[in-house]
């Protein structure tokens, strides 16, 4: 079932006329054109073999140790309203998901400014999405609240001992002049639980009460071993480590690291917490309890946009999937949102230092927010799967929902 804009318009509440991701599209133009992913496949359709990009749409940068294939997208059927899928493979074997700015679907409607979805079955296409809580404590699908006037938007999601920890955020949409929405804001992070797999959850902080204030660590995106957060190495036996950016949805310049005890996490206190804050001489971390002042393990600036990192036991590599727009410079042209850049970085460690091996521009699908799904993996880890939402400018949002694009990795 497809749900069409008249349906998003019905979902604007009165304090915030002006859809969260409409507002984007008053930009800048992309000044890169051409298609450079197949079209998009739908669930239902015969099985497409993968089309390769031209090799000057898709790059392995030199020096690249390996380089990584895109296959053919593939979209959830029925249609599913919602974007910024945040993923984390539970203890039970299912998949939980955030999703923002969610309308869900007929089978699951919603309307909320995020939801938490279940993902069972697999490997795609062969899944099946079922709401499970659609998280009204979090408000409506673009509701602002006129204290800040920010909303609320998840970042993402991890499952430690059966317990599903979710992180949220303020996101500013901002006051009306298109200028301001090229770069969306986010600050001030919180973190809450829940023991039932989704079913209810731990009470969100009074605003002004965040667990993280201000900017630094306002995405906090939990680092992914695997299934109920397997250990992995790095002392991720003793600690979950989450990364953030600094405080955009998209296009940031850099990323922190912070790290909480395995055993204190479930007490959702800030002080359990800390940072990356500098490094030895032999790149080793040094840590501190103040997120404030962390040092970045990650730079790109306006290329660091809201993302995650997932670990790959097979490769002994990490992953960290970035995106951004790549034309915001290029104002007063006007954005239709439908090219973003994937930039794909490996490392040895959640710390860094992390390796370009992957560059590839979207268009027309203009996907984002890619997020590993750890369960679909291959058993050498050498092809894995992400979950992204696509293009949310157009009336009739054929690419804003559930996205899955399987990914290879060979030797460079």
Request: hydrophobic share 35%; glycine share 8%; charged share 15%.
């Amino acid at each position: 079932m497809a749900i069409d804009s008249s349906a998003v318009e019905g979902s604007r509440t009165s304090g915030n006329p002006i859809h969260r991701r409409s507002l984007l599209k008053w930009g800048v133009a992309s000044a890169l054109g051409g298609p450079l992913l197949g079209g998009l496949a739908r669930a239902d359709d015969p099985p497409t073999p993968a089309t390769l990009p031209a090799p000057e749409t898709s790059t392995t940068p030199p020096g690249a140790a390996i380089k990584a294939t895109l296959g053919t997208p593939v979209a959830y059927q029925p249609y599913l309203h919602g974007d910024t899928w945040n993923p984390t493979w539970a203890d039970d074997d299912n998949i939980y998901s955030i999703a923002c700015d969610t309308l869900g679907n007929a089978q699951n409607p919603t309307n909320s400014n995020l939801a938490v979805y279940r993902i069972s079955g697999g490997p795609p296409p062969n899944i099946k999405v079922e709401l499970v809580n659609s998280m009204p404590q979090f408000g409506k699908c673009t509701q602002v609240w006129p204290e800040d006037n920010c909303c609320w938007k998840g970042s993402s999601l991890t499952c430690v001992d059966g317990v599903l920890y979710l992180a949220a955020a303020r996101n500013r949409y901002g006051n009306g002049d298109p200028k301001q929405f090229q770069i969306q804001q986010v600050w001030d992070s919180v973190i809450i639980k829940s023991i039932d797999h989704g079913k209810t959850w731990s009470d969100v902080p009074p605003l002004g009460q965040s667990m993280f204030p201000g900017h630094t660590f306002g995405n906090p995106a939990f680092v992914q071993y695997g299934k109920d957060g397997a250990a992995g190495p790095h002392e991720s036996d003793k600690y979950i480590y989450a990364v953030s950016n600094d405080g955009t949805w998209n296009n940031g310049n850099t990323m922190v690291l912070g790290r909480v005890p395995r055993d204190k996490i479930g007490s959702l206190n800030a002080a359990d917490w800390e940072f990356v804050n500098d490094f030895t001489k032999d790149y080793q971390p040094v840590w501190k309890p103040r997120h404030d002042t962390a040092m970045y393990i990650f730079r790109a600036p306006g290329q660091a946009s809201s993302s995650g990192v997932a670990y790959l036991p097979g490769l002994n590599l990490y992953v960290l999937p970035q995106w951004h727009y790549p034309s915001l410079n290029q104002w007063p042209e006007v954005v239709k949102w439908n090219t973003s850049r994937f930039q794909f970085y490996s490392s040895p460690t959640p710390w860094g230092p992390w390796s370009l091996f992957h560059v590839q521009d979207i268009q027309p699908q203009g996907f984002y927010n890619p997020m590993v799904l750890p369960k679909f993996t291959s058993a050498d880890e050498k092809s894995f799967t992400v979950i992204c939402a696509g293009d949310f400018s157009t009336s009739d949002h054929p690419y804003y929902g559930v996205n899955m694009i399987p990914v290879t990795i060979e030797a460079a």
